[in-house]
């Protein structure tokens, strides 16, 4: 890939205008040739590409000019309505990408369809390769691609036995083969552009004796220029002209935006703005439509060779059009020994670049459905118009997106006269027919579950048409109904989060319609769902399974989530301070040995002793919480027992901080049986 940030860029980027100049100098001639117009407007027009687009700001290394895919379309257009409505078109197409361009539409021709991109390419190349083969022999062709089609054997005839055709179809043979096989000519020949050497050998194999070809009529360029009047201005009132302006700008906006993210592929620098890129094109349609010439676009051809010459800045865009302008002004002479054939010969090879069949074998392989946009949008190009076709590709595949998206799975169980419906995909209205056909098939059962609760996409058509379905269930003298639908409400803040069947159940909303319907917990419950719990449930207070009510001070006791947690207790009657139970030890020790090492064994407050109650197997009894216990008084700082000289030094491996009680531990420490007696009593601040 090529950096465009590389230092020196100058002198990479002069050599790289000249070789865009000369592949873009016989390809403006032989667009303006193919489009039915004057050759000196597709001069005027790729000067403009150069000196006004190349100026502007959008994408720096793609090259803007007469395009081959609107060749068509202007020699279409120029047939009915005649050369001067030309620039008004032009010239209001400009002028409405630049209102695109300013509303942000750029990234909208982002969105189009892969294969209706490729079926519009293939759908310009096709008539275009139609049109130049009547050039390839110096014959006028008819019009439309179809009717280019059928006079195709009468075409043939005419060569046969008539010399000169004969003559100009050996050398526009010799063009098609030199564009499609100079790429395998050894470095560093295959450097110089394909169309240059066509046209060259093209020149001189005219200038032998017994050869008589049309060649390119090439007057002055000044004289060209073709400035709109009121009178051809007035002519945009036209409904025809009109749908015109809109197909200039659809396909010129697509074409150019569909190149630069092409030229983006090939380099590594600095990426397309889209919206400044489409602005930069409605100033040079302005420009173009203002003197009477073609339309433009940015052309991938002249772009490709542009990055592949090195070009590294906007300048070797710029310079080709300097070249354009000194050649079309200086040298207008050397176009007159340009043969028609060899440019319809250049065309035709771009024509079929476009066209690229192996693309629609490689679409179908690759998925079908696109394969059949593809095919359809080619298709409706060639027998109609470009807009038509375009417009309907999107439409197909618009229909073939909503189809998959609309996919829809039913599971249908019976047993006897219970029948179970599980729904799962996405169901829209293009799935009605469906979905009336499987309801349908269980209205004789009495007792029927629709489960809708796997369903993504519930739109109103289908979820009014289960309701209706479930209300006339009811009418019908249904023994049971039930219709699970997904609910879109979120969980209440604050409801514990239920896993298994309560999440499932918990997510989907019961319409139970019926004669002698169940509540919806027993109905789940039955089929095998775990029932439904209300928020309240979880409000309630817990149980007090015999235990004495627990004064002001109670605060259940909340084991740490991990070994060396601290957990912090305030209530009523509490200190803001650690938890008595096992905490204190736990943050000495932390301090002392760090959260990852093992927690030494501690000595117990003063004082403290477990109930007599309290055996190591034994359950706890109903007592009163604060009786036999004394007040809790922390240790003093310079307070130490038997229990502290026993401690192991730091770093020493030691029992857990819940492996507290062993059988040589006093009586007084803090063991297991405590902590069960805390979990059952609550833990206050006297003990």
């Not at 028609?340 to 069949?357: E, M, Q, R």
Request: charged letters at 15%.
């Amino acid at each position: 890939m090529k950096s465009p940030s590389a230092p020196g860029s100058f002198g990479a980027d002069f050599m790289a205008s000249i070789v865009v100049f000369l592949v873009a100098l016989p390809l403006c001639i032989g667009v303006a040739a193919a489009s039915g117009v004057p050759v000196a407007l597709g001069i005027i027009t790729g000067i403009i590409g150069g000196l006004v687009v190349g100026f502007l700001p959008g994408s720096s290394l793609q090259v803007s000019g007469p395009a081959a895919g609107l060749a068509v379309l202007c020699l279409e257009f120029v047939t009915e309505h005649g050369l001067g409505l030309l620039g008004p078109v032009v010239l209001a197409s400009g002028i409405l990408q630049m209102i695109l361009a300013t509303l942000k539409m750029g990234r909208v021709f982002q969105s189009i369809s892969l294969a209706v991109v490729q079926g519009m390419l293939a759908g310009i190349g096709v008539p275009l390769i139609l049109g130049q083969i009547y050039a390839l022999v110096d014959s006028k062709q008819h019009g439309t691609a179809p009717k280019n089609f059928m006079h195709l054997p009468d075409l043939a005839k005419d060569v046969i036995g008539d010399a000169a055709k004969s003559g100009a179809l050996l050398i526009g043979a010799m063009a098609v083969v030199i564009c499609f096989l100079w790429y395998k000519v050894p470095k560093p020949l295959n450097k110089v552009p394909a169309p240059l050497v066509a046209v060259m050998l093209g020149c001189v194999i005219a200038a032998l004796p017994g050869f008589d070809v049309k060649k390119v009529a090439f007057g002055n360029m000044l004289d060209a220029v073709n400035i709109p009047g009121v009178s051809d201005i007035s002519g945009l009132g036209d409904p025809k002209v009109l749908m015109m302006v809109v197909t200039f700008t659809v396909i010129a906006s697509a074409e150019s935006l569909f190149s630069a993210a092409a030229v983006d592929r090939m380099h590594t620098g600095p990426r397309t703005q889209y919206n400044k890129e489409l602005f930069a094109q409605g100033v040079g349609n302005t420009v173009s439509g203002a003197l009477g010439a073609m339309p433009l676009t940015a052309v991938i051809v002249r772009s490709a060779a542009n990055v592949n010459a090195g070009a590294r800045t906007k300048i070797s865009r710029i310079l080709h059009g300097v070249w354009l302008l000194g050649f079309g002004l200086l040298l207008p002479g050397l176009l007159g020994l340009i043969p028609i054939t060899v440019l319809a010969g250049v065309l035709l090879h771009a024509g079929w670049k476009l066209f690229n069949p192996p693309s629609f074998v490689k679409m179908w392989k690759k998925d079908r459905g696109e394969g059949f946009v593809m095919f359809a949008t080619t298709a409706v190009i060639v027998g109609t118009n470009l807009l038509e076709g375009v417009l309907f590709g999107l439409a197909v595949a618009v229909v073939l997106t909503a189809l998959r998206m609309s996919h829809l799975t039913i599971r249908k169980t019976t047993d006897g006269d219970f029948a179970r419906l599980e729904m799962k995909g996405n169901a829209t209205f293009l799935r009605l027919p469906k979905l009336i056909d499987v309801l349908g098939s269980v209205e004789d059962k009495s007792r029927i579950l629709v489960d809708a609760r796997g369903i993504l996409h519930l739109d109103m058509a289908c979820q009014a048409q289960l309701e209706e379905w479930a209300d006339q269930r009811r009418k019908a003298g249904a023994e049971e109904v039930e219709l699970l639908l997904p609910s879109p409400a979120a969980e209440p803040k604050g409801e514990p989060t239920s896993t298994g069947a309560e999440e499932t159940q918990k997510d989907s909303e019961h319409v139970l319609v019926g004669v002698g319907a169940t509540t919806a917990g027993q109905h789940a419950t039955a089929a095998g769902d775990a029932p439904r719990r209300d928020t309240a449930e979880f409000d309630q207070p817990p149980a007090d399974h015999g235990h004495p009510p627990q004064p002001d001070t109670y605060r259940p006791y909340v084991p740490p989530a991990q070994s060396g947690s601290q957990q912090y207790g305030m209530g009523q009657g509490y200190a803001e301070g650690y938890v008595t139970h096992s905490t204190q030890p736990e943050r000495q020790s932390q301090q002392e040995y760090g959260r990852t090492g093992h927690v030494p064994q501690q000595p117990p407050s003063q004082g403290h002793a477990p109930h007599q109650s309290h055996g190591p197997h034994q359950p706890p009894q109903q007592h009163d919480p604060h009786q036999h216990h004394q007040r809790y008084v922390p240790p003093q700082p310079n307070q130490r027992s038997a229990h502290d000289d026993a401690r192991p030094p730091r770093g020493a491996h030691g029992p857990g901080p819940h492996d507290r009680r062993g059988p040589g531990d006093p009586p007084n420490h803090w063991g297991p049986e405590d902590d069960r007696a805390v979990q059952a009593y609550g833990e206050g601040n006297w003990r």
